[in-house]
């Protein structure tokens, strides 16, 4: 069982950065890889970023390449999403999820999620 803590969310103005954090409870969370999804109201769920278990490979959505960059300290328990240059159609809730072993191809493939942090980028 693996539980899931996002942290970090808050209000920053366009241009600014934010780092999120996902906090893991469970001794084999450094064999889960791990993603990052946002919704924002009225849109459906999209992949940010996902990070495979030890960490050797990242992937990333097209509309964050360039400006976020996931990483992980398995030592902490803890994955990161570094976000950059933040714009205002940033805003969404933010979610990790974590999937044994394997990076999933869609979100529905991930075992387990933590509750969002909320991102909110002010024009």
């Known amino acids: 069982q693996v539980q899931l803590v996002e942290s970090g969310g808050g209000l920053v103005q366009a241009g600014g950065s934010l780092r999120l954090s996902c906090a893991a409870s469970?001794?084999?969370?450094?064999?889960?890889?791990t993603g990052w999804f946002r919704q924002a109201p009225g849109k459906e769920r999209e992949f940010v970023a996902a990070?495979?278990?030890?960490?050797?490979?990242?992937y990333y959505g097209d509309s964050v390449k360039g400006r976020f960059t996931i990483s992980r300290d398995n030592a902490k328990n803890t994955v990161y999403l570094q976000m950059r240059s933040l714009k205002p159609e940033d805003t969404a809730v933010y979610s990790c999820?974590?999937?044994?072993?394997?990076?999933?191809?869609?979100?529905?493939?991930?075992?387990?999620w933590g509750q969002g942090t909320q991102v909110t980028v002010s024009s």
């Open positions: 999820a974590a999937k044994y072993l394997i990076v999933p191809t869609t979100w529905d493939e991930y075992d387990y």
């Open positions: 990070i495979t278990w030890n960490g050797d490979s990242t």
């Open positions: 469970g001794r084999t969370f450094n064999r889960y890889a």
